[in-house]
Nanobody, 121 residues
Framework: QVQLVESGGGLVQAGGSLRLSCSAS????????LGWFRQAPGKEREFVAAISIRYSTSYAGSVKGRFIISRDNAKKTVDLQMNSLKPEDTAVYYC???????????????WGQGTQVTVSS
């Protein structure tokens, strides 16, 4: 079973930066499709960024140009570098993994516990 643990959340001022990291414990990390999601109080969980087994990336329009997702297969981690943070970025951030990243349809079966990111104005 895949286990995911996020870290790096905290309080930061608007315009600042924060780097989130997600450490995975599973079988073949290099075959996982990976993503970051976030959920603000009273809001639905939303997609933030994703990175495929071939390192292609995608981003939500609200974070494109500000956030960068990356993966390190040797360390079994997926990071989210967040720059130019805005108060609306405040949320609990979750990393997720699709154990069969090679499939054309992504299904995130494993989720981390979440890490709080608070951006003050």
């Amino acid at each position: 079973q895949v286990q995911l643990v996020e870290s790096g959340g905290g309080l930061v001022q608007a315009g600042g930066s924060l780097r989130l990291s997600c450490s995975a414990s599973g079988r073949t990390f290099s075959s996982y499709g990976l993503g970051w999601f976030r959920q603000a109080p009273g809001k639905e969980r939303e997609f933030v960024a994703a990175i495929s087994i071939r390192y292609s990336t995608s981003y939500a329009g609200s974070v494109k140009g500000r956030f960068i997702i990356s993966r390190d297969n040797a360390k079994k981690t997926v990071d989210l570098q967040m720059n130019s943070l805005k108060p609306e970025d405040t949320a609990v951030y979750y990393c997720a993994a699709d154990e069969a990243g090679w499939r054309p349809i992504t299904k995130y079966d494993y989720w981390g516990q979440g890490t709080q990111v608070t951006v003050s104005s």
